[in-house]
């Protein structure tokens, strides 16, 4: 009898622990989907921006910005030397910003053409909301549940593969 009590005893904390961490998962997934719009670098954890990628698909643009990107160290040199005029200086600083806007531009469509190859649609909305300035409500409902569904897929796929295994105490493989 004290036997059953130890086991039924035990059971019970090892069951309440499981619904401790259950219910623990369950608060992050309802905090992290209660953010929407989502963050947009959550899109980029799922989808990185992986230069090495990017450079197979279209090394032209690639290097463009790298071209881009070395005007700019020139002109921020330019900038910071004290021996270069006032009006010298505005200038660079002016050029630098349309500099930094064509480089970013670029940047936006090189990814946008990595995630061509990647899921179509997500090229489409992420296209969509670059030439919005990120702003959610020109997506439409089927745009915007998507992004849900990828994000809810990426989060419970993480939660399977890190946070089960270890609440039930078994191997991810």
Known sequence: MAFDKLVANQLSKEVKEIQKDIDECMSNIANTFKQFPPYFNQLFKIFPYDINQIKKINPNQVSKINDYESKLDKIEKLIANEKTSLKIKQQSKLERKQIKQEVEKLKWETYISY???????????????VNNKF???????????????????????????KKIPGMLDIDAD
């Open 115 to 129: 995630l061509q190859t990647k899921d179509k649609n997500i090229a489409n909305i992420v296209s969509k909301l």
């Open 135 to 161: 702003d959610f409500n020109f997506l439409n409902k089927q745009e915007q549940q998507e992004i849900v569904d990828i994000l809810v897929k990426n989060k419970l796929e993480d939660i399977i593969e």
